[in-house]
């Protein structure tokens, strides 16, 4: 009985954590911190409070704006829980905006708030349905094949470009155009390889809503295919433009591994605690196995 209780207060906390996407802002700041850490830099507070604040406000945005028409009778759990929880999503929702208010307008150099500004409206623009086709309105994710491409390009910038930018404002650090580059490069093909198992599990209700995801438009095993390519190239890119070897290019060849590992057993059947929780954990466990090596 008490083991009962125990679990089901796990799983509610846990719900919480996922669904409330509290848990997606935090992958948020460690894909932050992981920047920080490549470039041997002390992370700024303020950058990492806008990745967090701003990825919730953003993700729950995105999901208080498409609510389906009877919420409650969705196979979705995630789906089932923000509707109930309907008036505590839009609190916290709000929470972060209010939190991230002063941190965008005080905190942040200019450089720094055009650029993330830039980003937040790209990403809003990718949930709102701004345009008209065929009578029907539409969002850039219902461009074919857009929406994988906004996503990782969002979370590059914001995480890569971003700390950097801030950091170059400070004069802390000068990174080299190409280093940018390259960073912000392997950080979309990761963000890329993991994102694609989401549109593979959503494939029926994508192609039923008319969303023109990769699995829809190339199929499913080819869209695998390019998860595992693009993990590859990451690899390729970490190998190559690296002078010596360390234990971040193992840590980083370890992460790798692991996210290709997941996305091969990724499937149908597998509940929404597989990807929420693990294939979105990949970008914490890769800031953990930088810091594990690092202590070593």
């Keep these: 009985m008490v083991f009962k209780e125990?679990?089901?207060?796990?799983?509610?906390?846990?719900?919480?954590?996922?669904?409330?996407?509290?848990?997606?802002?935090?992958?948020?700041?460690?894909?932050?911190?992981?920047?920080?850490?490549?470039?041997?830099?002390?992370?700024?507070?303020?950058v990492l409070g806008i990745l967090f604040l701003g990825t919730l406000v953003i993700y729950n945005f995105s999901m208080l704006i498409t609510k389906p028409k009877e919420p409650s009778k969705s196979s979705y759990k995630r789906v089932r829980w923000i509707y109930s929880h309907y008036r505590l999503m839009v609190t916290?929702?709000?929470?972060?905006?209010?939190?991230?208010?002063?941190?965008?307008?005080?905190?942040?150099?200019?450089?720094?708030?055009?650029?993330?500004?830039?980003?937040?409206?790209?990403?809003?623009?990718?949930?709102?349905?701004?345009?008209?086709?065929?009578?029907?309105?539409?969002?850039?994710?219902n461009l074919p094949g857009v929406k994988l491409f906004l996503i990782s390009l969002i979370w590059s910038v914001s995480t890569v470009v971003f700390p950097i930018i801030e950091a170059e404002q400070q004069h802390i650090i000068n990174v080299p155009i190409h280093d940018l580059f390259l960073l912000a490069a392997k950080r979309f093909l990761f963000i890329a390889a993991i994102t694609i198992p989401f549109d593979i599990r959503d494939f029926f209700q994508d192609k039923l809503f008319e969303l023109k995801t990769l699995p829809v438009l190339i199929g499913i095993k080819k869209s695998n295919w390019i998860c595992f390519s693009f993990l590859l190239l990451y690899l390729?890119?970490?190998?190559?433009?690296?002078?010596?070897?360390?234990?971040?290019?193992?840590?980083?060849?370890?992460?790798?591994?692991t996210a290709a590992w997941l996305i091969f057993k990724s499937n149908f059947k597998r509940n929404e605690y597989y990807y929420f929780l693990f294939l979105d954990g990949i970008m914490i466990l890769q800031f953990l196995l930088l810091k594990l090596t690092t202590a070593i």
């Design 236 to 257: 390729i890119l970490l190998l190559l433009f690296n002078n010596t070897w360390d234990l971040n290019i193992l840590a980083l060849t370890l992460t790798i591994l």
């Design 92 to 141: 916290i929702t709000m929470v972060a905006i209010l939190g991230l208010i002063p941190l965008g307008f005080f905190f942040i150099s200019l450089y720094g708030l055009i650029l993330i500004s830039v980003t937040g409206i790209l990403a809003f623009a990718y949930a709102l349905p701004l345009f008209m086709l065929n009578g029907k309105p539409i969002g850039l994710r």
């Design 6 to 46: 125990i679990k089901k207060y796990f799983i509610d906390v846990l719900d919480f954590l996922l669904f409330s996407n509290i848990f997606i802002a935090i992958c948020a700041v460690a894909q932050g911190l992981v920047t920080y850490h490549l470039l041997k830099l002390e992370a700024s507070y303020n």
